[in-house]
T-cell receptor, first 116, second 107 residues
């Protein structure tokens, strides 16, 4: 089956620093990649949709200058949390899909970010 | 618009059945079902596309009502491995997850 990897799996950083999270589709080319954030005991909330070679589309309430998304190729998307603060501590999960609407999305294992 | 799930939490003994509901005020294009274990990514269970559709595998099945505003996930003869949080989701060009239902199965 299709595999999506994320790196790192966890990261601890100091407040004010920036953190980059990578999401890769290992055995398929992803037409679209998505970034989700999940706080404890809550649902996964979509942050942005990313298409290769174009600007990401952010959901309402997500600061695009704080959460920088780069989709450099059909297999790689990165999320950079700039000037991280403790309230940004969360579980960040990416997903990727090959097809259009209703096609299955494949999820990465997630990245646990802790900002001190 | 985020689909609403009920119940919020379920506690079962092994072998018992459970039903998880997913509702929307507007017709859904499709409904996806996922299970997530703590600290892990969600795992795809199934997708339903058509009103009136029912599908399943093993002891987990789901239905999608004719108006496409409600879906139910049926877990029969639950096993310990069924424990986790279940999410429905709907997508057009992006997948929006429901509020979630936490399921715990005890021996």
């Amino acid at each position: 089956g299709a595999v999506v990897s994320q790196h790192p799996s966890w990261v601890i950083c100091k407040s004010g620093t920036s953190v980059k999270i990578e999401c890769r589709s290992l055995d398929f080319q992803a037409t679209t990649m998505f970034w989700y954030r999940q706080f404890p005991k809550q649902s996964l909330m979509l942050m942005a949709t990313s298409n290769e070679g174009s600007k990401a589309t952010y959901e309402q309430g997500v600061e695009k200058d704080k959460f920088l998304i780069n989709h450099a190729s059909l297999t790689l998307s990165t999320l950079t949390v700039t000037s991280a603060h403790p309230e940004d501590s969360s579980f960040y999960i990416c997903s990727a899909k090959q097809g259009g609407a209703h096609s299955e999305q494949f999820f990465g294992p997630g990245t646990r970010l802790t900002v001190l | 618009q985020q689909p609403v799930q009920s119940p919020q939490a379920v506690i079962l003994r092994e072998g018992e059945d459970a039903v998880i509901n997913c509702s929307s005020s507007k017709a859904l294009y499709s409904v996806h079902w996922y299970r997530q274990k703590h600290g892990e990514a969600p795992v795809f269970l199934m997708i339903l596309l058509k009103g009136g559709e029912q599908k399943g595998h093993d002891k987990i099945s789901a239905s999608f009502n004719e108006k496409k505003q409600q879906s139910s996930l049926y877990l029969t003869a639950s096993q310990l491995s069924y424990s986790g949080t279940y999410f429905c989701g709907t997508d057009t060009d992006k997948l929006i997850f429901g509020t979630g239902t936490r399921l715990q199965v005890f021996p």
